[in-house]
Structures are given as C-alpha cells and as structure tokens.
C-alpha cells in the first residue's frame, strides 16, 4: 500500500492577496493514469473559476508520509519555521523539517546522554517528545545536567518533571511533556503514539522487552538504545525493514535495509561475527549480563565487581568458543569502575544519536546500521553491523 | 569519566574560546559540565533569530544581545560555581596582544571566518600558547590540535582562494545560476541601488557597443519626472533585453554556445496587473526599511516556491519601485545584505530572469539566498559533537599528552567503518611563512604597481595582517599605527601612491622586502622578482605570491600536478594536496569560507623521513608549473539541494 498525497496550491487572487486555497486529496492504491485524469479534470474545472488561478500540482509519492491531516494548515512551514529553521533547512531540505515537525519521540532515561540528545532534537523542531524518568535529582545528577539549575526546586519533582520545563523552555513550537510509570509496564497501544523511542539506563531485559512491543505494531517505530560508561558509549539502532532516499551520482535512488532486533543481534554467535569488531561491542555484551545475574540497575558496578565480571568473561567466551584477548581486562575495568558519565563523549553520543533520529524520521541519508561506538582513548566512532547474514541484513 | 589526573589538568586550566556561536555555545556547555573553572569568552557579534535553532544558549528574548555575554549568563545558571569572563569584542582588537593569549593554558576556537583563524593562529604561535580549531558545515566537522614547533600550525596547509569568477562569465555568458546571482548582486543590484561612482562592469558592458544616441547617456539615471513604473520597466527592458541583444551581435561568443534570448516586458503576460494593487502604503504600517517587501506587497509567501518568469518579472518591478518610494535616502548607498528582505528579493528576481535569457534553471528565493549570502549550512548535532572533541584535545593538551594528540573528522558517510576518524597531526610545515622563516616570492612589475597595491594585495589580503610595518633593509616604507608622528605618517602616505621602483629605497628586482606586524608578532621576508607582463583575467591582481601558496581551486588540475612531479605521499610537497593513503574515498570538508585537506594524510613519521631539500624542490617545481587556471570550475561551489548528501561542498581525493 502507498500513499499519494496532493497538493494543489490555487492561485492568489490578486484582488485580494491574502486569499490563497490549499486542498489536499488522500487516495489510496491509485495508479498513476487515473491520477494524470484527475488533475486534467481538476484543472478544467478550475478554468471555470476566472477568478482563481492554478499554480501548481505537485505530487510526491511515499511510504514514510504520515497519515494526512485534511485542511488548510500543516503542510507547508509557517514564516516563523522558516526563519528559525532557515540554516538547518539548508542540510536537509524542507520536506524533512516538515516530516519532522510531524513525529512524536519518546525518551526514557534521562541521564546526560539522553539530555544532550533531547537537547538535539529539540532544537531541531520534532512534533512533540515525551520524557519518562521518575528517579529525583541527585547531587551527581545535578552537576551534569544543564537542564537542571541548582537553584531550581527540585524537591519531590523527578528527573524528566525538571527537564521538561527546561527543553520547552528551547523551542516554543516542541510540546515537551512527562509520562510517568514503569517502561515495561505500558502495553503496544501506549508506543503506538510514537515514531521513535529511545531508551537508555535499562536492563537487559527491558531494552529486549520494549524492543519486542514496538515490534509487534503494525506501525513502524524506530528503536534506539544508547548508554555511556567511562569514556565510551553505545548506540543500538532497530528500523526493522526500512525503505529511504539517498543520492547516488546526483539521482535519488531508494534504498532498502533490514535489521534484527536487540535480541537476535545479540544472540548473534560471536565468532561468526566479522573479524576486526569493535572491543567495545563484546565488553559492553559482557556487562549488561553481568548487571542482569546479579540483578544490579544498569551502572550500579565498581571495582570490587571486577573479579567476578572476568570470570563471567570466560564462561561466556568458552560458551562462544571465542578468544578472551578480544575482550581486555583494562576495558572491563574501565566500564565497571567509570559508571559516571563523561560530558564530552555524552555530547558526541548524543549528537550521533540526534542525527540519526533525524535520518529516520525525515528518511534520506544512509542510517546507522545497527551499532555505533565511540572510545574517548582512541577517538574513534566506529559503525558496526551485527546482523545475521542469513536473515537479510 | 575522567580521570584523577584529568580532573586535576582541568581544575587547574585558565581556558580562552574564540567564538560564542554554533559550536561556542555547546563548547561552552561542555567545558562547564566537564569541570573546567576558569573560561574566557570573546565574541563580537550580537543574538539573530536564524541563530537559535541550534545556538541553544539563546533565547527569542536574547536577539539583539552579546552573544559572548548571553552565553556566560545562560552557563552560570546551571554551573554557578565557577567563573566565566566575557568579552564582547572582536579578537583581532588590540587589547587581545601576545600578553593576552600568554595567560592562558590553551585556546579553542569557534569561528567562522578565516581571517580571525588565522590571527588567533598567529597570537597563539607567538604567545606559544596551544590552539584546538575546529569548524563545522552540515554533517561535517573537524577538530584540529595546532601547538608550535610539535604540529603544524593552522596555517601550514595551504586554504583556498575565496571563489571568484571570470569577468566575462559573469557579464556575457553565465552557465550557473550562481553566475546570474552575481551579476544580480555585485552588478546590477550596485549600480542601482550603490555607490554610483565604483567601476562597475554593467556600466562598461551597457555602454560599449551603444555609442549611439540613445544609450549615450546613463541610462541608469533616472530622468527627473519619471514615472516609476516607467523607469522600471525602462531598466528591465534594458538589462535583459537591449544587452542581450548587443551581446548577440558579437558572433564569435556564440560559437559554441547556446544563444540568450532577450527577454522584453511587453513579452511577459499579466504584468499589467502589477498596477492594481501598488497601493504600498496600505500594507506597511512599520517604518521598519527592512521589514519592506515586494513578496509581502504581492500576496507571495513562501519562500520555498519557484517562481514563474511572470512572478519573477513582477517582484522585480515592485522591489525596485519600493527602493525609490519607500528607502529612497539608502540609493546610492546600499550594499547588498542577505538579511535585507527586499534586496534578496530584487536579486533574486533579477538572477532568475537573467537565467530565463541563458537557459538556465530557475529557483526560489530560499536557494537563492543561501547562495547570494554564502550561508553556512549548520545544525546543532555537529557541533555538540565537535565541542565534544574539542573537549577530548583540549584535555589532552593540558596534560602534555603530545603523542595522543589527533585531529579528528566528523564525516557524513563512513569511512572505513568510521564516522569519527581520528588522524595524526602533521609535523610543521617548513616552508609555512607563518611558523618557520622561509621567505616568500612575489612577482610583481616594479614600474607599474604602487606600494598601495603591494600594501591591500598582499599584505592585508594575502598575508591577513593588521597593523603591518614594511622594511627594506634599515629603511621603513611603511608602518600603521595611532602614535605616528605627523611627519612620518604623511611620508608613508606619499610611499603609499609611488611605484615600488620609486620609493625613497627603490624596490627591484632582487630587493628582498620584510614586512612585519606587531600585534601578530609575525614577520615575514619576501624577494621580489621583477615581471613584465600579468593576464589582466588569470592575475587579476598584477602581481603573484609563491612560495607558500593558497590551494588552487581546481581539484582535477592538483591532482595533475602532484603526478606530473611523480610526488608519493611520503615526499610530496606539503603545498600540494596529495593522493592519499587510504583506499577508501576521503572527503574534504568545508568550514566556513575554507576547506581542510582531510584527504591529506601525512604522518609525523613520514613527513621525518622526506628530506627537506626535497619537500623545497617539489614545491618550487609545482608553484611554477600551477598557473592560475580559469575558475569556471563544476565542484567548487555551495550548493543548494534538498538531498543531504549534496548539500555540503564535497571533493574527493581518490
């Protein structure tokens, strides 16, 4: 199925010069013969109109244009849009920062990666984020949050009450609100009302849950996941069968691409994997079961953990039948003991992760498939894709 | 998280920023969050609306304000506890000297100029204070680490002659659309709306081949009594008829080339219209000269749209008439301004109708802007993530950490792998006058140009010096200063207006020049060579600067040259771009008004292994053989698309 989307702009009057007449016709499964009839048609019946002149017929045909809104306004950027989002316009075009202007995202935890990421998409003009994170403010969460002055009241308010007023504070035109309760606990009808969703600080079992029920809808939600430890940081990335735009040689072509969800790209045998992946990849697989067995929340590791998480290495690495050596002792001590946050790599994190949202949603340019990540001691942000070659991919 | 010693690095740091913008505010952000306790801040420009999409400091209320001082403000709200000093002024101030810098642990640099780059470049070599760079457009980035005498500095790789275009391209045969914009802007827009007296090449065009009657006089003037609507109707017929048609008389130009219609008014339909609703002052109520705007007068709204040859017509018409009716005190005084609203207008209206006479596409005003006004693309992403970097280097260089020191790229499209890639700095340039103390070569015809050429030409615009001091010998030909004496300052006047030949210590052929600027403590010698004759089109100046040289815009023709000299990537002139050791294809990346060579991947190592005598003959072989070409180049553009893989200047170096 696809949608063709029309939009007739008729003609200004030049008796009046603010009259001007949008009309938008959805139409399912048309070809295109019938279409040119109907154009042919509207066109003669508007020659009847003297008055009203035709100015244009565009049409633009896609799978990623969201159910069309009937009437005269949200189609085409308003003045404002325009003047506030003139330079970013200039990256991506308007078509994008319309589609954007219509997509509604939603964050759970709102540690400073995700709030550089909010920050991000914010300015970038999305349709409306949603925050979930009921912890309250910490001293250490304070003092690497720029949403949150210390001056603030932040007593009996939670994490995502306080960004809120913050992030809508950075773009009028965003509606930024809370929703509060237990990730897991909201059932496929809740994700419906979202494009993409990003969770962050979760369990291993969480990230595969929520991961599962955007699956399950018939509508297509991107799914990230991004966490950051010591001076590294993760991105995971799920478009599930993803059709986009990119230029080749100055033509647009469309291009196709499937990912695995979280739970088949880590079930993934890792010697069967590409040689040369990132360390990063099998040390952070390596932590996230560690933090499940001992039923820790996500970052809740230190020093005294290390022992056992080497141990845990082997088992998994003779399980594998894979050579430990990939996985160095000084990384796993690294993200055991850095459980903090490193702004700097919480800004690159979080504007990676900006840009790729906003590929999704505006659907031109290569997406990230499926992994990144980023090490402040080498300095390089590496794109890995841990998909099954059997299943697509 | 960082580390104990990192921490302590940090604390320590007195910290300067160059820049207050796109990447100065999420630098700013950054820096306090990381820990740092002492940061200054200079920046001259104030808050604009096209700023807040991704300068996020900066609030709708802010425009108008210091961008310097908003920032320290915004910051000190969630970091209070440490100390953020602001200075709402332009780095190359005076009160910014050597002993400025000297206080500092390290400079970061936000800018978007070249000009300022490269004086901070320069204080920072001459205080020996580090200088992390960076620069943004689009998708990409780059951060670069510049500490004297370990890595090269900001100005050992040679940056890009800003883009011009040959005269008659512009006057007689546009292919672009970006040629008809400049006809629009720096020709027809000055000689209307500009300083009527400056040469311009409208004028000579207009008038050459019409000795006769009728054109023999101005026709730019407006006859006294002349109805508006008249002479602007007078003036389109003109521009896009009458000299399209004495262009066509020229055979020769024609050859090869599609032939232009002239477009006359009487031939565009519904104009007529346009006296219907010129009723102006029924729809301004502002007095606001920039809020005045043909689209608004004629119901046009979006700035998005392509307008028709007849909208095109009719905007031209309305902005021209609203520039005499409505800021007739700016004529004869405007120079254009992207963000006047009715001077895009005319410009973009007259670009389009010039393209219509060429064949040539047209486009809607928003594209046209962004290409009339060179603006930079930018979002927010990329600047968080090159402050994020700049952070990274910035930590590293406190802690002396020489060996980890990268410059790092931020690409659209991975390569190998990679979206960040991290290099290693080069080695300093030996040949970089800025850096080392090789002397540079001018050619120059010593009987014809002034000291004032050699003076605006080379130093100030080739050189980006300041308060320049020109020596031969013992002997001063020129300074700049506030505490000159009287009688010195009217005799470098007098040097200013005689030919080199003729100076009080005449300069030849074989002179050897020293020009100094005190407040970049830079100083530089130059050995002048004596040449005859200049191509008035290819060197416009009358005079050419080698031995550092800027890179010539025409990519095909450098990788020409370097295969000509058979240079490899170990011993090749660091002048010329190199073909790079990587398989993958590598992108050169734009910041601002200039590119960085992110294809050019020297390491320290093998830059040490070339000899230097080497690296010096390459180079003289190239500079001689790298004429100026014609610049009518296919890549060397911004330009405008809705796709984002287009959108930024790209080259590949293969």
Not at chain 2, 327 to 355: C, M, P, S, W
């Amino acid at each position: 199925m696809f949608m063709l989307e029309f939009n007739i702009s008729l003609g200004r009057t030049y008796l009046d010069r603010k009259f001007k007449l949008g009309l938008y016709v959805l139409s399912l499964g048309w070809t295109l013969r019938p279409i040119t009839k109907f154009t042919k048609f509207l066109k003669l019946l508007l020659e009847g109109f003297s008055f009203l002149r035709l100015y244009s017929i565009s049409l633009t045909r896609s799978e990623l244009v969201p159910p069309l809104k009937l009437g005269m306004d949200g189609e085409e950027l308003t003045e404002q849009e325009t003047a506030l989002y003139d330079r970013q316009i200039r990256v991506w075009g308007a078509d994008a920062q319309r589609r954007l202007s219509k997509s509604h995202i939603l964050v759970s935890g709102l540690k400073g990666t995700v709030v550089e990421f909010c920050k991000n998409i914010v300015l970038a003009g999305v349709g409306s984020l949603t925050l979930n994170d009921d912890h309250p403010v910490t001293e250490e969460a304070l003092s690497v949050n720029f949403l949150i002055a210390p001056d603030d009241n932040v007593a009996g308010r939670s994490l995502a009450e306080l960004c809120c007023d913050s992030l809508k504070d950075f773009n009028p035109m965003v509606r930024v609100s809370v929703e509060k309760g237990d990730l897991s606990s909201f059932g496929g009808d809740f994700y419906d009302k979202f494009d993409v969703v990003v969770v962050s600080c979760c369990s291993l079992a969480t990230k595969k849950l929520i991961n599962e029920k955007c699956r399950k809808l018939s509508k297509r939600i991107a799914f990230y996941t991004v966490d950051c430890r010591d001076s590294c940081g993760e991105i995971f990335v799920d478009l599930q069968d993803y059709t986009y735009s990119k230029k080749k040689n100055d033509e647009t072509i469309e291009s196709q691409l499937q990912y695995p969800s979280f739970e088949e790209a880590i079930a993934i045998p890792w010697r069967s994997l590409p040689r040369r992946v990132s360390k990063l990849y099998f040390a952070m697989r390596v932590i996230e079961r560690f933090e499940e067995a001992e039923g820790r929340n996500p970052g809740e590791t230190s020093i005294a953990d290390l022992p056992n998480v080497l141990k845990l290495r082997k088992e998994l690495c003779e399980a594998q039948s894979f050579n430990e050596s990939q996985i160095p002792d000084s990384l796993l001590e690294r993200l055991v003991v850095g459980i903090r946050e490193f702004p700097p790599v919480c800004a690159i994190i979080g504007g990676i992760l900006g840009q790729e949202v906003i590929k999704a949603i505006s659907g031109k340019g290569d997406p990230l498939k499926n992994f990144f990540f980023f090490d402040a001691m080498d300095g390089k942000g590496i794109i890995e894709d841990i998909a099954n070659t059997n299943t697509g991919g | 998280m960082a580390t104990k010693q990192q921490l302590s690095a940090i604390k320590g740091a007195k910290v300067l920023m160059v820049g207050a913008g796109g990447i100065g505010c999420e630098l700013l952000k950054t820096l306090a969050l990381s820990g740092f306790q002492d940061i200054h801040i200079i920046d001259m420009d104030t808050i604009e609306v096209s700023n807040l999409n991704r300068q996020f400091l900066f609030r709708q209320s802010h425009v108008g304000q210091s961008k310097a001082k908003v920032a320290r403000d915004a910051v000190l709200k969630f970091s209070p506890q440490i100390s953020i000093t602001s200075y709402h002024a332009n780095v190359k101030d005076p009160d910014f000297n050597v002993d400025f810098f000297k206080q500092f642990n390290v400079v970061l640099n936000g800018l978007d100029n070249l000009d300022a780059r490269r004086h901070v470049n320069r204080l920072c070599l001459a205080a020996a204070v580090p200088l992390v760079e960076s620069g943004t457009t689009g998708f990409l980035g780059q951060v670069t680490v510049h500490m004297k005498g370990k890595t090269e500095c900001y100005e050992c790789q040679p940056k890009p002659a800003p883009k011009t275009y040959p005269v008659c391209t512009i006057t007689s045969t546009p292919s672009k659309f970006v040629h008809c914009i400049v006809w629009a802007k720096d020709l027809l827009f000055t000689k209307m709306f500009g300083d009527k007296n400056q040469e311009n090449d409208l004028n000579v065009r207009s008038s050459d081949a019409s000795s006769s009657s009728e054109h023999a006089e101005d026709v730019f003037e407006r006859k006294t009594d002349e109805d508006i609507e008249q002479y602007g109707k007078r003036i389109y017929d003109h521009v896009f008829g009458y000299n399209i048609e004495v262009a066509l008389t020229n055979e020769e130009t024609w050859k090869n080339r599609n032939r232009p219609r002239p477009i006359y008014i009487r031939d565009v339909p519904s104009t007529e219209l346009i006296q219907e609703n010129g009723n102006v002052d029924k729809i301004f109520v502002a007095d606001d000269p920039l809020s005045v705007s043909a689209m608004a007068s004629l119901g046009l709204k979006n700035p998005q749209d392509v307008w028709s040859l007849m909208e095109n017509s009719r905007i031209f018409l309305e902005a021209l008439k609203l520039f005499f009716v409505k800021r007739e005190k700016e004529i004869g005084r405007l120079t254009f301004d992207k963000d006047d609203q009715l001077a895009v207008e005319f410009v973009t209206a007259a670009a389009n109708i010039r393209a219509v006479s060429f064949g040539i596409p047209f486009h809607s005003l928003f594209e046209a802007k962004g290409i009339a006004g060179n603006i930079v693309h930018a979002v927010a992403t990329t600047n968080a993530i090159i402050s994020g970097l700049i952070v990274i280097e910035a930590i590293k260089v406190l802690q002396n950490d020489a060996s980890n020191y990268r410059m790092t790229y931020c690409l659209e499209h991975p390569s190998k792998k990679m979206l960040l890639m991290p290099v290693e700095p080069f080695e300093p340039n030996k040949s970089c006058y800025v850096c080392s103390e090789t002397p540079l070569l001018l050619e120059v015809n010593t009987y014809r140009s002034k000291l004032r050429d050699f003076v605006e030409k080379i130093v100030k615009a080739k050189l980006g010096m300041n308060f320049p001091l020109i020596m031969h010998g013992s002997a001063l030909l020129y300074e700049v200063g506030d505490d000159l004496e009287e009688d010195m300052a009217a005799n470098y006047a007098a040097n200013l207006d005689k030919v080199l030949s003729e100076l009080p210590s005449p300069v030849t052929g074989g002179t050897i020049l020293t020009v100094e600027d005190l407040q970049q403590e830079l100083s530089c010698n130059i050995n002048i060579k004596h040449r005859e004759e200049f191509d008035e089109e290819k060197e416009p100046d009358g005079m050419i600067l080698s031995g550092w040289m800027q890179a010539p815009p025409k990519e095909k023709e450098n990788n020409k040259i370097s295969s000509d000299n058979g240079a490899s990537t170990s011993n090749a002139s660091p002048a010329v771009p190199l073909e790079t050791e990587e398989d993958n294809e590598i992108e050169i990346v734009l910041t601002g008004a200039e590119n960085v060579a992110a294809g050019n991947k020297r390491k320290l190592s093998d830059i040490s292994n070339a000899a230097t005598s080497d690296l010096c003959s390459v180079a003289d072989k190239t500079n001689s053989k790298n004429k100026p070409e014609e610049l009518d180049d296919d890549d060397d553009l911004v330009m405008l698309d809705d796709g984002n893989s287009n959108t930024s200047k790209k080259k590949r170096l293969r």
